[in-house]
């Protein structure tokens, strides 16, 4: 398998709810200091959730001949079955982070060929967690873009993007200070399906 290129984005939010002090007031020193040690923990929490996809192989794929839409026009379909690894880091010392993500898409020339959902799960601080996510799907109408296939002696060539965003959120004091961060990922690859297999 080929990878040539990972790209991601990163956004971060620090949200501080005033209206819940409980009756504590800060000093102004007190409350630089506060803010100062929140900053470390929320850059350890943007350091935390950079994502590493565990780089094997993990896309079996098939084409399925031909087949017929619901209007009866006949096109090419294609089944992607994939488990994608990823290694999460938390950094953060003194918060664990809750962790969620839009679906996970493997795409082909702008058809979505296989599809999955990371199951939201908590981490606790100072930890690495491996996940894995079954990405796929059935026999996939290709429509316009099964003409450019590409079938060879050792199966199908498959070049793909891999989309998907990471978030998280941490209660850095309790419910009065949290931060959200999320990571976008668009990873191009390119499979072979009997190479995979």
């Known amino acids: 398998m080929h990878y040539p290129m990972c790209k991601a984005l990163q956004e971060t939010q620090v949200i501080v709810d005033s209206t819940k002090s409980n009756g504590v007031t800060f000093t102004p020193v007190f409350w630089l200091a506060f ?37 009866g026009v006949p096109i090419k379909m294609l089944t992607v079955n994939a488990t994608l690894r990823m290694n999460i880091h938390n950094l953060a010392a003194l918060f664990g982070i809750y962790v969620s993500s839009i679906p996970i898409n493997l795409i082909y020339s702008e058809i979505t060929v296989a599809t999955g ?19 796929e799907g059935s026999k996939v109408p290709m429509y316009g873009a099964g003409s450019s296939l590409t079938v060879s002696e050792t199966g199908i060539v498959l070049p793909l993007t891999l989309k998907f965003e990471i978030k998280s959120r941490g209660n850095v004091v309790r419910k009065l200070v949290r ?19």
């Open 179 to 197: 931060t959200k961060h999320r990571k976008r990922v668009s990873w191009l690859l390119k499979t072979n399906s009997k190479s995979n297999s």
């Open 35 to 71: 803010e100062e040690l929140v900053g470390q923990q929320v850059f350890k929490h943007i350091q935390a959730v950079v994502v590493f996809i565990l780089r094997e192989k993990f896309v079996s794929s098939q084409l399925d001949g031909e087949g017929s839409d619901f209007s």
């Open 117 to 135: 959902q990371l199951k939201n799960y908590y981490q606790p601080q100072k930890s690495r967690r491996i996940v894995s996510v079954t990405v």
